[in-house]
């Protein structure tokens, strides 16, 4: 049992050494403007496979030109909430706890998903812990065994032996259920769709004069996702897929797929590299913003002379 906390304890340490959660409440609460605060979660960047509910807030946040307060209040409250979890800062002697209780029941910092799956690998867990309680109990309810002189090594051999696999399988087993996590994460993640409301009135012309902008202030992941959609208009506008807001990069792929009369436009590696950069946060920076460019540039170069036929 005692195994199973020490592997816990270093599990959750190692996760909270990957975000400073202390240092970046701090920063949160000293910003004077939102535009300071898009740039810190822009700098200190949020990982997805750390904490994907805060990653993905932290992105929203960093996508639009101007955040609402609701969103950086619940930002805010969720990175306190966690560098107090983490133990990296004490709550002060008089706490809101009115307000803590709020915080704690809002979506960012609730997931239903991620409890459930807590709860199975605790479960799990103590279930294991258990069994070998009992394992290494049998022994001492059987009569003494008289101890023989020279073969005392052998039990102790063994007993290392046994823990080192018990210890292996602890570890084999913290991946996969921590890889489980991760993976119900990124599905509710691709679940919101490509857009957001308030941009559903935007036009082909002014993602594109976006996606320019972007590129000039150096946030390159986001002019990709405009640089996607505007290849999903430009071939909705030519009549190939509708495009729909509330699908994901791959239902429209597969829609496309799907039409006999597409153009011959290999549509499969732009869905693949936007799938890696804005929901895999893996953005090589410039370059990426130039090959989406460059994929939108050969798309409207084939679909101009069908138009004109």
Not at 29 to 47: F, G, M, Y
Not at 118 to 124: D, R
Not at 217 to 234: P, W
């Amino acid at each position: 049992m005692k195994l199973i906390v020490l592997l816990t304890a270093l599990l959750g340490a190692s996760l909270a050494r990957a975000l400073d959660y202390d240092q970046l409440s701090r920063d949160l609460d000293q910003a004077t403007s939102k535009q300071e605060i898009q740039r810190i979660l822009r700098d200190r960047h949020v990982p997805l496979e750390a904490d994907a509910p805060l990653a993905t807030k932290a992105g929203q946040a960093i996508a639009v030109p101007v955040p609402d307060e609701a969103l950086i209040n619940q930002i805010k409250a969720a990175v306190r909430i966690r560098a107090i979890a983490s133990g990296s800062r004490t709550p002060k002697a008089k706490v809101d706890v009115d307000a803590l209780r709020k915080a704690k029941r809002s979506p960012l910092y609730n997931d239903p998903g991620a409890r459930e799956q807590s709860n199975w690998l605790q479960k799990s867990l103590e279930s294991f812990g258990d069994w070998l309680r009992k394992l290494f109990e049998r022994p001492n309810r059987g009569p003494a065994t008289p101890r023989v002189p020279g073969v005392s090594i052998v039990p102790t051999f063994l007993t290392t032996v046994v823990w080192v696999v018990i210890g292996a399988v602890a570890l084999a087993a913290l991946a996969v259920a921590l890889k489980l996590i991760i993976q119900g994460r990124k599905k509710v993640d691709r679940s919101k769709g490509l857009i957001a409301d308030d941009e559903v009135k935007l036009s082909l012309d002014e993602w594109l004069a976006r996606a320019d902008a972007l590129i000039a202030q150096g946030h390159y992941r986001e002019a990709v996702r405009c640089l996607y959609v505007a290849c999903l208009l430009r071939l909705d506008q030519a009549s190939v897929i509708e495009f729909r807001r509330h699908e994901t990069n791959w239902e429209h792929y597969h829609r496309f797929c799907e039409n006999v009369t597409r153009p011959d436009f290999n549509f499969l590696a732009p869905t693949r590299e936007f799938d890696s950069i804005w929901y895999g946060h893996r953005c090589k920076g410039e370059e990426d913003a130039a090959r989406f460019k460059g994929y939108y540039q050969k798309l409207l170069d084939i679909l101009n002379p069908r138009r004109a036929a």
